[in-house]
């Protein structure tokens, strides 16, 4: 299973070599989802801080996955919340993850229907943009910017193939104009 203290034990040898190579260089710890197959996010990364894990990175990656744009932000709020009661907060968040399906082979809350995906695209970077000052957010990465091929003949697709701002074709999804906007809103002073 996953081993927040392991994980710090390696993040603090790996972030000390990394500094000491090119000191300006960024340590982002590994990217966190809010999961039920795993450990949550707030329950690792308070795990990471009981560890030592303060003053290992430099950046926190969060990939916050939610059905709606409130829980989004709930869970980056919550990680912020928690890297500044630990003493960390000039350490920064980055959404390093995270997107909606147009459609995929199973039912699934993230599997959103083309006009589904532009508006939590459209609503999730707006609050996200908003807030990052308060969040101290580093940047957002989208997954994926184009569908992508199955991996294998008999692979089963639970939400990855469609997430994509284009098909597979290149295509334009109603998402990728929402992408846009909230890049333009990003990149405004």
Known sequence: G??????VGMLRQVGAAIKAVDPGA?????????????VPVDEYLRGMYAAGARGAFDTAAI????????????????????MNHSGDS????????????????TR???NLGPHGQAELVK???ATLVTERAKLNLRGLIYYNYRDIAPHAPDFQDYFGL???LVDRQGSAKPALES?????RAMSAP
């Open 26 to 38: 960024e340590v982002v710890a590994a990217g966190l989802s809010e999961t039920n197959v795993g």
């Open 123 to 125: 609503r999730v970077w």
């Open 162 to 164: 469609h997430v994509g």
């Open 108 to 110: 699934n809350p993230f």
């Open 63 to 82: 990939h916050p996955y939610a059905s709606g744009a409130d829980t989004t932000y709930d869970i980056m709020a919550r990680a912020r919340r928690i």
């Open 2 to 7: 996953q081993d927040p203290a392991e994980y």
């Open 179 to 183: 992408f846009r906007g909230a890049v």
């Open 90 to 105: 000039g350490a920064r968040l980055w959404v390093t993850e995270l997107g909606w399906a147009t459609w995929g082979a």
